[in-house]
């Protein structure tokens, strides 16, 4: 059973297999770590080895796979089982279960691990354990493969899918280890000709929608994180004569698009550029400031992702379309916007980024920001970037192109390393960023076999900044105790620990110029940037004056 269960997951596209130790699940991650075409990973943790497999699909959009063992190895999965519901990625997970006669009877390191993850996943079927009287390889492949195409987004949206197997004694592959006599497996296991998955995957994705657009004389599209064709985007805004505002896990960045919205929407929206209809695709947070944006829209506020979601967060839209966003848009377009409309934003654009130069330029100390516009500069492939700060950061003043990665299905501060692992396994010259409480969080991440090429910028504030930037901060008795959490860690330590390289930046500069030799170098790294949470609070307001003077110059 564990052989065709682990064949047919790779013939489904299945490239890995995340193992974390145990005996109740010995004969798949034997069988998945002898099959050719399948790529294993041991990992200790097992919520660690689920973000590691998500950050993997994240990076390659083909499903990866984690593998426990009974009790609560499993439940240990649930956060990354989380994320992917939310972000809609491909995890198929695998746990290990004592057969029926043995569970609810007190054997040991069992639980009720049926629908462990509830709702959370796409689907969940419990494989009874193997005998040797029935040929069952038709139902274990086509379970398996079933189970794939659902987490590819068969029927439903992907994402998580869970599939519980039961095996008896013994566990390891002998015909009798002394306890128990069992002969061999008398059937034939083989799979569909020429290494086909059991059953066609036929994942049907909507075609355009229906759309009547009222204010095409000004209009917007807002590029989010989803399922869309970028370039098709690009010829859409341009058939219509509206800008595209990019935000940093479109992915869009780097091409003709307005980046520098967070700073234009200082003060809400300049007059000249309140738009008639904004069109927005996929997931477009963090900033509340393009939220206020889109809220200001006088006619249509559509929002439209591929697979459906409703990305409303404000119950605002006027239209949530589940729709191919580039046709449907295409469609709709009869007219095209005045010039002077692109131009009035692209003009916005650049004065803005420019005022945000200059306001970087004259820091003395380093601050999230400056050291986020110093990667811009790195030759990095994937850039992964933690929950809180960093993602803010990065979505205020990443400038150039390049596939971002980031864990904002739920925007949880965990999992991060082992994230950032999954997507170095795949991906060269991965650079991630990250808070001080997010390496910590998930500092077992590092308890993985290989040593990949992964360098994390760590922007060590000593606990939780982004608290700094909410009322809580002036509100909220104990406030650093309870909220910051200023650990005192020295990170150097941890690096040691890990066998991790280390170096300590204090400036832009030297964070490029240490990314950029470490990534060169290979390996795991850890370069971390002291950072006074204050000198960020500062920062934020001087980039916020700088910005208010540099839009009372254009609105003038
Ligand atoms: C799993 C989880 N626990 C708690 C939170 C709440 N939370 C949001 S931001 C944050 C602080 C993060 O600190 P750090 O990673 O150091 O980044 P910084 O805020 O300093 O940028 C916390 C605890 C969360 N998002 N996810």
Redesign the pocket.
Known sequence: MARAVVDELSRGGVDLVVISPGSRSAALAIAASEHPQLETRVVLDERSAAFHALGRAKATGFPAAVLSTSGTAPANYF?AIVEADMSLTPLVVLSADRPVELRGVGANQTIDQIRLFGEKVRFFTDVEAPGSDANLNESWRSTVSEAVARALGQGDRPGPVHLNLAFGEPTVPVADDGRTLVSEYPFAIDGRAAGAPWIDPAIRVPGPADLHLVGSSRGLIIAGEGDYDRGGVMKAAETLGWPVLATALSGMRGESVVSAYHHVLVDGVPEHLIPETVYVIGAVGPSQRLEDLIESAVEQRIRVDVWGRRIDPRNNATAVLHAEPVATLMRAATSKAASGWVDAWMAAEMSIRQAVNQTLDKLAVPT?ASIVRSLNDVSWGTLVV?????IREVDAHLIRRGHVIANRGA????GFVSTALGVASTTPRTLAI?????LL?DSNGFLSEFVDDLVMVV?D?N?????DALPLSAHAPSYERLFVTPHGRDIEQLARFHDLGFTTVRTPQEAYAASTERLDAGGRHLIRVPIEREADLETWESLDDASRSAVSLFQA
Do not use: K
């Open positions: 956060p999230g933690a929950s809180s700060l960093p925007s949880g501060i965990d990250s808070g001080d409480l997010s969080h922007l504030n606990g939780g900044g982004l608290f």
